[in-house]
């Protein structure tokens, strides 16, 4: 296949870039970076099968040539209110690449009669009222909330897809991603991942919110990147969650990442940072990818921290 994929320079597009690439299929990646890295994808620029577009999705988006497939993974995506990739300082981009992004590679897709799959997010669940997620559950969202901003722009990007699916008999596919983890993530990205093992990296106490006792599921990327592949070469319309179900404490998880890295400073508990609409819990139901997609995830959180520490370690300069 000939892909476009949106968000190519971001953390889980350039590996979705390298897998298809690995596959024998030819990728045109397409990012502006607002929040992706040309880093990301530098060392693809040799590859014979890839070629970049640099290009907002939020204004019309022309291909030339044939396009086979339609991978819309454009969005900042981080909640992290003090990084400058973070969604609550980009809210417009957000929403924009939401909802005109979808609007206009869906056309693309329609254009070229192609195959189109939308990176959606178990964000769209909000703070659930139920546990674990399963993809019947209409979610528990603040729509005017600081986080509202990318929350309601995936789901409306999950409406208009399935509009176009429905209307225009386009062959779209909607994956809903759940925590993810790897090399190439943002140094201030914000989240639990990079912030636990920089602060180990560097000899300090990590730091954790509250008792700890909120839940968080990790998938490493590479496992992801599978699902959404085989996702794509499937024939399933409704959305399909990927992630890792197995669930722990926060609390649980800055302990591993101290062992994994030999840190001796510990941990410390602050109250009160806890971000607005921020879920107390978070575990995917995947019994449909296992079911449709025969997808589960096999690297456990050791395995995959130890293959993502070292890339933080290198850009940490240590």
């Known amino acids: 296949m000939r892909t476009l994929i949106t ?3 971001g953390f889980l597009g350039s590996h979705l870039c390298e897998r298809l690439l690995a596959d024998g299929h030819e990728v045109v990646g397409m990012d502006n970076f607002v929040t992706g890295s040309p880093e990301n994808i530098a060392h693809l ?15 019309f988006i022309f291909v030339p040539g044939k396009v086979d497939a339609v991978l819309h993974f454009a969005s900042p995506a981080s909640p992290n209110p003090k990084s400058p990739y973070g969604y609550v300082n980009l809210p417009i981009q957000t929403m924009k690449a939401g909802a005109l992004g979808t609007h206009n590679t869906l056309g693309v897709a329609r254009a070229n009669d192609a195959k189109f799959l939308l990176a959606s997010t178990s964000e769209i669940y909000g703070d659930p009222l ?46 809903r991603i759940f925590n993810t983890y790897g090399p190439r993530m943002h140094l201030d990205d914000g989240r639990v991942v990079p912030n636990f093992i920089q602060q180990a990296l560097r000899g300090e106490a990590l730091t954790v919110y509250g008792d700890g006792q909120q839940t968080r599921s990790f998938c490493y990327v590479d496992e992801l990147v599978d699902g959404v592949v085989r996702l ?24 591993k990442i101290n062992q994994l890295v030999g840190n001796q400073a510990g941990i410390i508990y602050k109250q009160g940072d806890r971000q607005e609409s921020d879920p107390q ?6 019994t449909r990818a296992q079911t449709i997609l025969g997808w589960h995830p096999h690297i456990s959180l050791e395995q995959g921290l130890l293959m993502t520490i070292p890339y933080f370690r290198q850009k940490l300069g240590m």
């Open 7 to 9: 968000g190519a320079a």
């Open 45 to 59: 620029t040799g590859e014979p099968n890839f070629s970049f577009i640099r290009h907002d999705v939020s204004n």
């Open 130 to 175: 139920e546990h674990p997620q399963v993809e019947s559950y209409w979610g528990h969202v603040n729509p005017i909330g600081t986080r509202s901003v990318y929350d309601e722009a995936k789901r409306f990007a999950e409406a208009l897809t399935m509009a176009y699916h429905r209307f225009h008999g386009i062959d779209t596919r909607i994956v």
């Open 232 to 255: 794509l070469l499937s024939d399933e319309h409704l959305p399909v969650n990927i992630g890792n179900p197995v669930e722990l404490t926060i609390l649980e998880f800055a302990e």
């Open 281 to 286: 819990r978070r575990r995917p139901d995947i």
